[in-house]
């Protein structure tokens, strides 16, 4: 499975972006596709992601409320719509595929991933 974001950019405070995760290659019927940001200097934390079987999502609780996760799944891709931005939200963003994941599961653990795409930059100026 590979895994192509896009969509990261600059941006000023209380602005928005959407990023793009499209997963290629082999499909899997079952599977979940995270988003994790990765601060200078921090650990990957987990942001969002959805189930990709029953469109379940799940967001961490610093962006409950400004962020959205969706699919679509004629495109085979997830989008994470981010408003309301703010500088603590700087970093890079990386979408990730656990193919383990079932039919509502979406994990929040780094380590449940097993694939990995190339981040992407979000920057967002005060």
């Known amino acids: 499975v590979q895994l192509q974001a896009s969509g990261g950019g600059l941006v000023q405070a209380g602005g928005s972006l959407r990023l793009s995760c499209a997963p290629s290659?082999?499909?899997?019927?079952?599977?979940?596709v995270g988003w994790f940001q990765q601060a200078p200097g921090k650990d990957r934390e987990f942001v969002s992601g959805?189930?990709?079987?029953?469109?379940?999502?799940r967001y961490a609780e610093s962006t409950k409320g400004r962020f959205t996760i969706s699919r679509d799944n004629a495109k085979n891709t997830v989008y994470l719509q981010m408003d309301s931005l703010k500088p603590e939200d700087t970093a890079v963003y990386y979408c990730?595929?656990?193919?383990?994941?079932?039919?509502?599961?979406?994990?929040?653990?780094?380590?449940?991933?097993?694939?990995w795409g190339h981040g992407t930059n979000v920057t967002v100026s005060s």
């Open positions: 990730a595929a656990d193919i383990d994941a079932g039919i509502v599961s979406v994990p929040t653990a780094r380590d449940e991933y097993e694939y």
């Open positions: 290659g082999r499909t899997f019927s079952r599977y979940a």
């Open positions: 959805i189930n990709m079987r029953s469109g379940s999502p």
